[in-house]
Nanobody, 121 residues
Framework: QVQLVESGGGSVQAGGSLRLSCAAS????????RAWYRQTPGNQRELVAS???????IYADSVKGRFTISRDSAKNTVYLQMNSLKPEDTAVYYC???????????????WGKGTQVTVSS
C-alpha cells in the first residue's frame, strides 16, 4: 500500500509561481518513478511530469520550460516547481507512483486527495 499527501496549492495571478509537494509512505516493489497529474472538471487526468529513480524526467509539452519536477529520496517526497503560471494551469494536482518503461510513464492506481491550483488572469 502507498499513501500520498499533496500540499502547496493555492491561488495566484498569471505569471506567478507555486511549489507543490507530495509526501509518500508505504512501498510497492514495482515503483521506479513518481509523477504529477492534473485534472479539471469533466476531463480526464493528464500527466504533467514524471521523474524516475535515476532522475530522468518527462514533461507534458504544455509545461516544458515552466515546470520542474524533483525528488528528495531521503524524505520520500516529490516536488513540482511551477513558474510562469497561466490560467489554463488551473486544476487539481495529484501525485502518483508508477513505473517508466522505454521512456513512457505508467501510473499505478494510488492517488492522494490532490491540491487545488487556481491561476487568475
Amino acid at each position: 500500500q502507498v499513501q500520498l499527501v499533496e500540499s502547496g496549492g493555492g491561488s495566484v495571478q498569471a505569471g506567478g509561481s507555486l511549489r507543490l509537494s507530495c509526501a509518500a509512505s508505504g512501498s510497492h516493489f514495482s515503483i521506479n518513478a513518481r509523477a504529477w497529474y492534473r485534472q479539471t472538471p469533466g476531463n480526464q487526468r493528464e500527466l504533467v511530469a514524471s521523474i524516475s529513480t535515476t532522475g530522468d524526467t518527462i514533461y507534458a509539452d504544455s509545461v516544458k520550460g515552466r515546470f520542474t519536477i524533483s525528488r528528495d529520496s531521503a524524505k520520500n517526497t516529490v516536488y513540482l516547481q511551477m513558474n510562469s503560471l497561466k490560467p489554463e494551469d488551473t486544476a487539481v494536482y495529484y501525485c502518483n507512483p508508477g513505473t517508466v518503461i522505454s521512456g513512457k510513464y505508467y501510473a499505478m492506481d494510488y492517488w492522494g486527495k490532490g491540491t487545488q491550483v487556481t491561476v487568475s488572469s
